[in-house]
């Protein structure tokens, strides 16, 4: 798995790319934590929203949502609509790094989205 970091339209900066090791069943936001490396994050259950990522491949490779992280990524979906009918979100699948699972061995790139 590889997170990156994204520019505010959504672009992949250059270089800030790190890998991690994510297998099959493991939460994203735990896996990469043990490993060093920590998401933003607030409740970690998957009411509060901090913890948004954008999946930027290997979305296949991410279990479905549950009913409370579907809920939870339509409201951010939503406002970050609200905000900017454009936003590059649109079209993209946004999920939670403290609910998401790997259901796959492919390759996955995230990167953590802000409020």
């Not at 990156?4 to 939460?27: A, H, L, M, P, R």
């Not at 549950?66 to 979906?77: D, H, K, P």
């Not at 649109?90 to 790094?97: A, P, T």
């Amino acid at each position: 798995m590889s997170v990156v970091e994204i520019d505010e339209q959504g672009n992949e900066i250059s270089n800030s790319e790190k890998k991690f090791t994510v297998e099959t069943g493991d939460i994203i936001y735990d896996a990469i934590d043990n490993q060093g490396c920590q998401l933003p994050h607030g409740c970690l259950a998957g009411s509060c929203g901090s913890c948004r990522i954008l999946i930027i491949e290997g979305s296949d490779n991410v279990a479905g949502k549950s009913v409370i992280e579907g809920n939870t990524i339509s409201n951010i979906v939503k406002d970050y609509q609200d905000q900017n009918p454009n936003h590059f979100t649109v079209g993209k699948e946004v999920r939670l790094s403290c609910r998401a699972r790997l259901n796959g061995n492919g390759d996955v790139k995230i990167a953590a989205l802000k409020k």
